[in-house]
Structure formats: structure tokens, C-alpha cells
């Protein structure tokens, strides 16, 4: 694939300054510095120490990433809401996993999208998936359609400029309509359940309460952080279990499988420059 950029500075800049101010890891300029691509100004190819001018266009070239031969190719449905040259946003059903696994292996969100690259004949045929979500949360998740791709929003998701919301039904109702939950999750050894403690990892959640009904609320929750069951956790732990949750305690009288959806997404193109921003309907069940 390549990728194509304008510098727009006033002062002569090394070619690699530029792209990681447009959020290139080291990992890909040294593996386009090592042979596994090239760098281009003016469509001659350049040496990695370069300096690029103002005005000047800067473009990347590296080579097509065949298909995981350890991941096995699904054909199954798959909800594209949005997908450009580098992107796929798919809102995936709650009860599919994001990636294989010892108990799936052969129809995740990572086995259809490689089966829908496979199909369309991209030149790339290697997702890579920069966003994940429980197998029981549906929702938006943001693909990147090859390694150059993921390399570039990577500062993004490390630094937490990523906007992911989601939303909840959860158990009884709050005295405010706007809060934060700042409370550090740790895990533990041998248990799936997450847990609160002064030796885990910090963890912020933003939360807005949209409406509250018959002894339950349904609630909006950003992420400032990126922890495994973070919201499921921090709700629990606030007295607010999510409802369907048998791990934190949710009320499971009516669903077994927590009510959670990621219904908000938004970030940078870090090819493009804009900002791009997504929304799911929720399902029929977070009406209250």
C-alpha cells in the first residue's frame, strides 16, 4: 500500500519527525528504513535521514500483508458502518467474539473480516483490529485494514485521545446526573473477575445518566482509560452493577448477558487529518 502526506511547516523537518508527529511508530519507519518499503518526495525515493520542505509531499510506500494462515477464513455476516482505503468500523452483535480463542477459533469478528478482505480482493488481506470488545457487548469496533494503519493510530490508543462510549442499563438510580468514577483495577491471579485495588491499574470512567425507570438507569460512559471490564467494574463497584451481569453481580432475572454497547467512536485520521465519529443504535433492549 502507500500513503500519501503534505508537510505544511515553515522550516525544513527530517522526514522522520514528520511522520510521527502524524503518529508513525518507530517499529514501521525502521522497518521501511531496514528495505520493507520506501520513502518518496516528490516521487523519488529518498534516504531515511532526509529532510523534508515546506509544501513538499511525503509518501510511503511497503508491501501488501497476505492473510494469517493461522486464522481461519469466515464468510459470515458482517455490519460495515463505515470503510475507506485504511479503515473498517463494524458494529458487531453481542454473543461474537473479537478475536479466536481456545473455545472460537473460526467465526470472530477477525475471522469475517478477513474473509471480507479476502472476498473484495484487497491487496491487504491482514486486519488488524485497534479496538476490542467483550463477546457479549455489541457495538462499534475500529479495524485497520493493514499494518501501516495500525502503526498510525497507535499513539492514539496508548494515550487515550481514542473517544469510545458506551452504553448501559444498570441497577437502581443516582442522586446526580453526571459523575466519575476513579477507581484503580487490578486483576488476579487464576480469576477472570477484575477487581478494585490500591496495587491495580488506574482507571477512569466519565458517566451521564439519560434516564432512570422502575428501579434501573440507563447510563452514557466514556472511557479515560482502557481496562478489561472497566465499566462493568467501576458500575459494580459504585453500587450500580450492570443488569445481566453474573460476574458483578447484575441483576440476571431477565438477561444473563450484561446490557452494555459501545454506541460512540471517534478519532484522528491519522491519514487524512479529520476527525471521524461513528454512532449505534442501540438494540430494542436498552429501552427503559
Known amino acids: 500500500m502507500q500513503a500519501s ?8 523537518m527530517k522526514i522522520k519527525k514528520f511522520l510521527q508527529s502524524l503518529g508513525m511508530g518507530h517499529r514501521l519507519f525502521n522497518d521501511i528504513k531496514k ?27 511497503v508491501a501488501p500483508e497476505m492473510a494469517d494462515p493461522q486464522v481461519k477464513v469466515s464468510h459470515a455476516p ?4 463505515y470503510e475507506d482505503d485504511n479503515w473498517l468500523v463494524v458494529d458487531k452483535p ?10 472460537v477459533d473460526n467465526d470472530t469478528v477477525l475471522n ?6 479476502i472476498a473484495q480482493q484487497s491487496p491487504d488481506q491482514r486486519p488488524h483490529l485497534i479496538t476490542r470488545l467483550d463477546r457479549d457487548t455489541g457495538g462499534l469496533m475500529l479495524v485497520a485494514k493493514h499494518h501501516v494503519a495500525s502503526s498510525m493510530i497507535s499513539q492514539q490508543v496508548q494515550q487515550h485521545r481514542m473517544l469510545k462510549e458506551y452504553t448501559a442499563i444498570v441497577t437502581g438510580s443516582f ?8 477507581k484503580p483495577i487490578a486483576r488476579r491471579e487464576g480469576q477472570a473477575q477484575r477487581v478494585i485495588a490500591a496495587d491495580g491499574q488506574p482507571a477512569v470512567t466519565e458517566y451521564w445518566v439519560e434516564k432512570s425507570a ?8 466514556r472511557l479515560h482509560t482502557g481496562r478489561t471490564h472497566q465499566i462493568r467494574v467501576h458500575f459494580a463497584a459504585i453500587g450500580h452493577p450492570l443488569v445481566g451481569d453474573p460476574l458483578y453481580g447484575g441483576d440476571t432475572s431477565k438477561y444473563q448477558t450484561q446490557l452494555l454497547h459501545a454506541s460512540k467512536l471517534a ?17 430494542d433492549e436498552f429501552e427503559i
Open 112 to 117: 469475517r473480516v478477513t474473509g471480507y478482505l
Open 214 to 221: 422502575a428501579g434501573f438507569s440507563r447510563v452514557r460512559a
Open 35 to 61: 528495505g520493507q518499503g520506501e520513502f518518496l518526495v516528490d516521487h523519488r525515493v529518498i534516504r531515511p535521514t532526509t529532510k523534508i520542505l515546506p509544501h513538499q509531499p511525503l509518501t510511503i510506500k
Open 175 to 182: 442522586e446526580a446526573d453526571h459523575g466519575t468514577i476513579d
Open 267 to 283: 478519532f484522528i485520521d491519522p491519514f487524512s487529518q479529520k476527525q471521524l465519529a461513528f454512532t449505534s443504535p442501540l438494540p
Open 94 to 103: 453481542a454473543g461474537v467474539t473479537s478475536i479466536p480463542g481456545p473455545t
Open 78 to 81: 458482517l455490519k460495515l458502518v
Open 5 to 12: 502526506w503534505v508537510y505544511n511547516g515553515t522550516e525544513p
